[in-house]
């Protein structure tokens, strides 16, 4: 079974403040995708990543695959208050017709004014 | 285009009911994804399907979870008998092949079984 460990669980910081989350395992992904969750809502893609080393940018965010795909992180710089939320990764691996999707159990973000 | 659709939003059941919940994919997508999402075990996938077939039901935690795809426009989870510990948020997604693999969620039922 592939199991992916995200920490911290819980982050609560000021706005303006920089913060990254991560989001490892001992197994290798094909890719590897971000999600955030609002309350109430069900998960939102923010981004995939597909290549060992890989960075993507989304305005004030980082994203970033590890070498061996095993493990990718989330940078957040000058965080705001609509930048709270769950931040949900998700492995997926190749293989037929397979589309099944690992998600590890998140980070909680909250972002005070 | 409408996202995925799930009802209820909420249900309040109690312990030995029926439950069904209800899921609508977005039009075109030929995979479906039926998710429980609770503190403790965070999101969890229970079964999908692709073209109708089920795929992989290996998450479906015993009998009393079923699920159902009569058509590409609609899907059903029922248990039968609900127990407390089902309460949680179930969510139902969708996508395509030829997608980045990005699943599409719907909004959730939130199920509380007392």
Redesign the interface.
Known sequence: TQLLEQSPQFLSIQEGENLTVYCNSSSVFS?L?WYRQEP??????LV?VVTGGEVKKLKRLTFQFGDARKDSSLHITAAQPGDTGLY?CAG?NSGG?????T????TLLTVNP | DAGVIQSPRHEVTEMGQEVTLRCKPISGHDYLFWYRQTMMRGLELLIYFNNNVPIDDSGMPEDRFSAKMPNASFSTLKIQPSEPRDSAVYFCASTHRGSTYEQYFGPGTRLTVT
């Open positions: 890719s995708q109430g809502e069900g998960p939102v893609l995939t949900l997926w017709s397979n589309y099944k999707l998600f590890g159990k998140g």
